[in-house]
Nanobody
């Protein structure tokens, strides 16, 4: 049972990146999938998630309007399209699987994926 995040990199402010989260060993379609991030010296924070039932998406206030989450259950992947990146978006991004996805985050415990580094700097 594993989640793997990839697609991170370094971009200038205003740039774009697309992160992907690939699942192996379990059925992605049975879980809400989301993204968290952790900046140096800060606590891990929830960024976005997409439900397993009807594909409803939720975003934190800091990324709403700039990030878009989507899922492809057949390909067992979830993507996070990020545009208008800012230096404060710099962090390690982690994908996670949970039973629920709400407008304020992803409660409960579940599966964490490996992180991918996103750096936004001029």
């Amino acid at each position: 049972v594993q989640l793997q995040a990839f697609g991170g990199g370094s971009v200038q402010p205003g740039g774009s990146l697309q992160l992907s989260c690939a699942a192996s060993g379990f059925s992605l379609s049975h879980y809400a999938i989301g993204w968290f991030r952790q900046a140096p010296g800060k606590e891990r924070e929830w960024v976005s998630c997409i439900s397993d039932t009807d594909g409803t998406t939720y975003y934190s206030r800091s990324v709403k309007g700039r990030f878009t989450i989507s899922r492809d259950n057949a390909k067992k992947t979830v993507t996070l399209q990020m545009i208008g990146l800012r230096p404060e978006d710099t962090a390690i991004y982690y994908c996670a699987a949970r039973l629920r996805c709400t407008e304020t985050g992803m409660p409960g415990i579940g599966i964490w994926g490996q992180g991918t580094q996103v750096t936004v700097s001029s």
